[in-house]
């Protein structure tokens, strides 16, 4: 099954073939034990989501990640983002997933020694090919990277999902009742107006939440080191307040965020200490607070 999947990804087709309705149940029986299985192995799972694109939702689950391990937590990154997966690249990762031998389970990337990756660019020869996929397609490929991926013993499981409430947030959410959620959104309200959608869906669907993070807030001036808001500023706080969600955090706009991706090496990763690396510090410890894992 993951051999098929690993091939429909490298020569990018469409919705799985369909087999026998007996053999597709069995399969179907077999994947729901797996992921059973594989999520009882996992104490935490964040899923991060967004109403729109653009609003640096896959950073912010590469510095979750990044910050966590760091933290000493095991943990895993899951990029579900089957038409726009960046995770890969952010996290510096190279080359195809191995199988292993003997029990055919997906061997996820290891980062450092408490941070694992899965990514479906790490399936793809050609890193640009496009992966023109239906949503049948798109549904396996997820609960395979849940149930047929060697993630092992996990205090964490973050998810980057794609922007919006289509077939790849829907799919995580049936297949980990358990999630919990991160919103992301910009402080301008056609962001703002987006991540109520992204709410909505949350409460549609009966996912819990963990709160909301606002991104790509206050930017210093290089030269004259005055705030200035490029997207507005506060718009995250007082939404969370309007619907009653926890606010994480906000976090100021850096540029040093958009070349640490570039170069492969999320900027939790990073030794110096910055505003936003103390500002993402915070907006962890928040997550971790709602865990109740820390005072």
Not at 43 to 67: P, Q, T
Not at 170 to 181: D, F, M, S
Not at 213 to 238: Q, R
Request: overall charge negative.
């Amino acid at each position: 099954m993951i051999h098929d999947n690993v091939d429909k990804a490298k020569k990018s087709s469409g919705c799985p073939s369909q087999e026998g309705g007996g053999n597709q149940a069995q399969k179907k029986d077999e994947q729901k034990v797996m992921i059973k299985d594989t999520l009882g192995k996992i104490k935490h799972k964040i899923f991060v989501l967004s109403g729109k694109g653009g609003v640096g939702k896959s950073s912010v689950s590469a510095n979750i990640a990044a910050c966590l391990s760091k933290k000493g937590y095991k943990t895993g990154l899951m990029d579900v983002d089957v038409h726009g997966p960046s995770i890969a690249h952010m996290m510096g990762i190279k080359g195809l997933l191995d199988i292993s031998p003997n029990q055919q389970l997906l061997m996820p990337k290891q980062v450092n020694e408490n941070l694992t990756v899965v990514s479906v660019q790490a399936l793809m020869q050609d890193k640009d090919q496009a992966i023109i996929w239906r949503g049948p397609a798109k549904t396996g490929m997820i609960q395979q990277f849940i149930g047929q991926v060697e993630w092992g013993e996990l205090d964490f499981l973050v998810i980057d999902a794609p922007p919006g409430t289509g077939d790849e947030p829907l799919t995580v959410v049936q297949n980990i009742p358990e999630a919990l959620g991160v919103i992301v959104t910009t402080p301008q309200e056609v962001a703002l107006s987006d991540v109520r959608k992204s709410i909505s869906f949350c409460k549609t669907v009966k996912m819990k939440t963990l709160g909301l993070v606002e991104n790509m807030a206050t930017f210093k001036c290089p030269h004259c080191n005055e705030p200035i808001d490029l997207f507005k500023h506060g718009g995250g706080k007082k939404t969370a307040e309007s619907t009653g969600l926890e606010f994480l955090g906000s976090l100021p706009f850096d540029t040093k965020v958009v070349t640490s991706g570039d170069d492969g090496t999320p900027i939790m990763f990073q030794n110096e200490e910055t505003e936003f690396t103390r500002a993402f510090d915070t907006v962890v410890d928040n997550i971790l607070k709602q865990l109740q894992l820390t005072d």
